[in-house]
T-cell receptor, first 116, second 117 residues
Framework: AQSVAQPEDQVNVAEGNPLTVKCTYS??????LFWYVQYPNRGLQFLLK??????LVKGSYGFEAEFNKSQTSFHLKKPSALVSDSALYFC??????????????FGQGTTLQVKP | GAVVSQHPSRVICKSGTSVKIECRSL??????MFWYRQFPKKSLMLMAT?????????EQGVEKDKFLINHASLTLSTLTVTSAHPEDSSFYIC?????????????FGPGTRLTVL
């Protein structure tokens, strides 16, 4: 069965410091991996995705993520956090192949708190 | 591009009434739309997958007679919460996948906050 784990409910970081939000996944075959961000009372905004190719993916707002197949991880990173980055972050995985249903499986979400 | 809208953004209703939520893809054709429910500070729970012109596929534990889904066109899907009760109060989010279905990427609507009194 496919699953996504975000082991941290909350990540606290000081403004200007680097941030990492962790994500590990379990899926048969090759995964499509996504990161989304959600601000209060809003829908999800797409940040970045990994499909194939370079393991380091760059996305919106200065975020990037590194696909690590051996560790089945897809951690979200940013070199210098901003207070405005404070939000709820979701990692998601999708399976592609003959049984592709188009569904995304979401992690439980990690709240990022960036303090001035 | 790839904008998804939801209407209404917020609705308050009395227990026992039905509420319809619309999800529209504004600049692309969505052969598949998804409906999610989200509780406070919790992840999204997929309720159903809506395919244009066919019956929706509901996830286990979701009552299809209570949460009616209609995907009548390539740009519109509706979720009707029938005979709503306070426990149905939640944040409902839809997403759409474009007709090309590239990489299963989904585009999300802004959500609808339902409060049942």
């Amino acid at each position: 069965a496919q699953s996504v784990a975000q082991p941290e409910d909350q990540v606290n970081v000081a403004e200007g410091n680097p941030l990492t939000v962790k994500c590990t996944y379990s899926v048969s075959g090759n995964p499509y991996l996504f990161w989304y961000v959600q601000y209060p009372n809003r829908g999800l905004q797409f940040l970045l995705k990994y499909i194939t190719g370079d393991n380091l993916v760059k996305g919106s707002y200065g975020f990037e993520a590194e696909f690590n197949k051996s560790q089945t991880s897809f951690h979200l990173k940013k070199p210098s956090a901003l207070v405005s980055d404070s939000a709820l972050y979701f990692c998601a995985v999708s399976h592609h192949g003959s049984s592709n249903t188009g569904k995304l499986i979401f992690g439980q979400g990690t709240t990022l708190q960036v303090k001035p | 591009g790839a904008v998804v809208s939801q209407h209404p953004s917020r609705v308050i209703c009395k227990s026992g009434t039905s509420v319809k939520i619309e999800c529209r893809s504004l600049d692309f054709q969505a052969t598949t739309m998804f409906w999610y429910r989200q509780f406070p500070k919790k992840s999204l729970m997929l309720m159903a997958t809506s395919n244009e012109g066919s019956k929706a596929t509901y996830e286990q534990g979701v009552e299809k007679d209570k949460f009616l889904i209609n995907h009548a066109s390539l740009t519109l899907s509706t979720l009707t919460v029938t005979s709503a009760h306070p426990e149905d109060s939640s944040f409902y989010i839809c997403s759409a996948r474009d007709g090309a279905g590239h990489y299963n990427e989904q585009f999300f609507g802004p959500g609808t906050r339902l409060t049942v009194l």
